[in-house]
Each structure stands twice: as C-alpha cells, then as structure tokens.
C-alpha cells in the first residue's frame, strides 16, 4: 500500500470532490425552474390583466356614440369671374346664353347710354370681364383701348356704367435710326414701330414731302413714351421731342401742352410746324406724276399741262383736306371724274380729283386740315386709281411740293418761356442721339483714320 497506495487516494479524492460538485447543480437547477414558473406565473397573470383591461376598455369606448367628421375643406366662393372672348358671329345675347348669365340683367344693362354706346358693336377679339353670382351680374368690364375701360356695376337693384382711366406707367425713351433703304426699314432696324415713325412723319409733313424728298442718308432721332401696366409694354405714347436730317437741312419738333390742355409741335425757338397746308393730302408713298406743265397725258397722248401731282395709291386709301377751309364743288368735273373743291385763307384753293366717292362733307359745309373728304379711286381720265392733287394761289398753279406755305403765330411772352424749359431737357437728349449717329457714319469714320 505504500506507494500505489499513495498514487490511488488522489484519484478516489477526485471522484468525492466531482460528487460534491454535481449535487450543488441539480439544486441550482430545481431553484432555476422553480423561479421560472413561478415569474411565468406572475406574469401572464398581469398579462391576463392588461387585456382583460383593454378589453373593458374597447367595450367602453365602443359603447359611446362617434361624433361626426369634420369637414376642413375651405368654404366655396359663389362669386365667379369669367372671360369671354368674342368669335365671329357672336352677340352680346349669345355669350350671356352660351354661360348661363342672367339676359334679363342683360337687358337692363343696355338701357344705360354709356353700356349701349360701347357695347352695342362687338369685334371678334373683343374681351369681356365679367363678375356674376349664379348668373347674376356684379360687374361687367370692356377694355376700350390701353387708356381707358367700360366698367357696369350693380347697384342696389339696378346698374350703373362708366368710363374710367386705367393707371399707366410713362418710360421716356429714345431711338435714332439712318435710312439706307427707306424710312420704314430703318424704322424696323432702330425697333421703333410703324405707328410711331408714321408720327415723326406727320409731325415733319409741313416741311419734308415725304413722297419724294426722302433719300439714302437722311437721319431720324426720336424722343418718346412707352406705356407699361404690370411690368407689361402695352404701346406707345407720345413723340415728345423729334429731329429729321434732310438732304443736310435740319428740322426740330418739340411738343408742348399749353394750359388750356391744347398739344402741339414746335422749333427749338417755338416757331409752330403746323402750317395752314400739309405737303400731301395723303400717307406718303411713291409718287406716279410730278409737277410738269409739258407732260404728255397717258390717256390723250397729247402735250397736256399737269399742273398737280399724282398720288397711286389703293382704291378707298382716304384723302384728306391739306388745310382748313370751305367746300366750293363737290361733283363730277371732266377728266378730273368725282372731284372736291376747297377754298382757303389768303384766296388759296385745292383740288382733288379722281375720287372713287366722296366722304360726309357736303357743298358749303366747313372742314379742317386732316378731315377726310374722298377716296381715291380712277374716274375720268385716270389710268390706274390715284389722286390728282392741286394747289391754286389767285388761280394761278403753283407746285404743292414746294411752295412757300403760310406759318401760324408762334409762341411768346410767358408761354415761349415755359415751353423753353420744357424743350431744353429733350433738345439734350436728341444732341446726344445725333452724336452717336454722327459717330457711326461712314464719312465721319473714314476721317477719323
């Protein structure tokens, strides 16, 4: 026993020490599952709890009556705006039927002098703006033109209608141009409308004969309004001030308001541009037949005096009286066919013929420089529709190109004074438009080098 014996009691010492080991576990393990149970226990107890609760609960709330959804779309404006444009064929009466708007306000409506003068006519591209309430007019709007509209508005049980200015924004601009071509194309390359050279013509029309005297060269400088609203160009306004180059002659327009609200054109020095006559009783175009006293007629082939000038232009082109003045024949007169007759101051008179009928005045009525008074046409010995224009001092003929033509009064004292400070800021700005233009010439450049 003494040596194995020694070497066996650690291994039976082991065996005793795992048996002390392992009967500690099986307890731990009981305690563990013991303790599980019972936390098992304990907590689908409180489980059962929390649903039997919420079920109570459900059953309380299922028991109360749901109140009603909340509708929190915004409330409906009966109020509606509409639009109506106007096509060809319609009416006043068919647009109200077409939308369902009331024809008896309609009716009402028209009974005003105003509504009836302005609605009475409809174009096709016309625009109403009109504010109903099923049906039933508030409020009815017509654009008249960029300055002014028809506004009809309820009141009480009736209507009434008015004529009102819109708000406009006046932008001074300026525009200068060089004509290589023509005017209406150097218009075009300055961006400046038709219209609006149209103006700068008519403001120079009594002393530039824009049928014949225009040429490669001539320079144009132009002050004037542009009419905004809204941030939106809506046109043009008035020339304030113009300058015309002309074969080296120069002309200076400048417009003045005097306080009796009259506008008008004047020279630097406030000498008028109007003249008791106008160089050419119609818009400017090319001329067919000048001023010759041996002039061979086209239809007669004969050496017969044309002691007039010639305007072509289409059949109906309006034609207008060249100065104020009185008409002493109205009828047909030869070659001339339907022709009119005016007598002016200072024993001048002027003629028109070839007309292809006669405007509203009558023998004997009074016109003014601008009014209309015929249509060209080709009666008589015409070969082709155009007007026989001329110009008579003391019955004697005189070329209406280029006779001397009367002046009006020009502007003094106080007036002259006031018109200088209105011209002065606009003769400015047109020297500063003419020096660009002088700078951009060939002949300037050239001597420049």
Known sequence: MDESTSRGEPKNRAVKNSAVVRSPSRLGSTLIAVTATAVTLVTGYQLTNQITDSLRVSAATASRPVPPAVDMAPPVDPIEELQLQVESGDTLDSLFRDTSLSTLDLAEIMQLDVARKYLRVLRPGD??????????????????????????????DGFQASVIEMPLERRTVMAAGQIRSSLFEAAQESRISEKLIMNVAQIFAYDIDFVRDIGAGDEFAVVYE???RDGVKLGEGDVLAAEFMNRGARFTGIRYQDA????SYY????????????RAPLSF???????????????L???RAHQGVDYPAPKGTPVKASGDGRVIFRGWKGGYGNTIILQHGGNVTTLYGHLSKFGGRGYGTRVQQGDVIGYVGATGLATAPHLHYEYRKNGVHLDPRTVILPNAKPLRGQTLTAFRATAEPLLQRLEGRTSMLAANRPNAANRAQ
Request: hydrophobic fraction near 35%; avoid cysteine.
């Open 285 to 299: 175009t090319r001329i067919s037949s000048g001023f010759n006293p041996a002039r061979r007629h086209p239809i």
């Open 267 to 278: 020279t630097h020095d406030g000498q008028p541009m109007r003249k008791a006559f106008v």
């Open 301 to 303: 082939n004969t050496i």
């Open 226 to 228: 542009e009419l905004w």
């Open 260 to 263: 009796d609200g009259r506008s």
């Open 127 to 156: 625009v109403l703006i009109v504010r109903h309430d099923g049906g039933q007019i508030l409020q009815l709007d017509r654009e008249l033109d960029i300055r002014t509209k028809l506004e009809v508005q309820r009141d009480g």
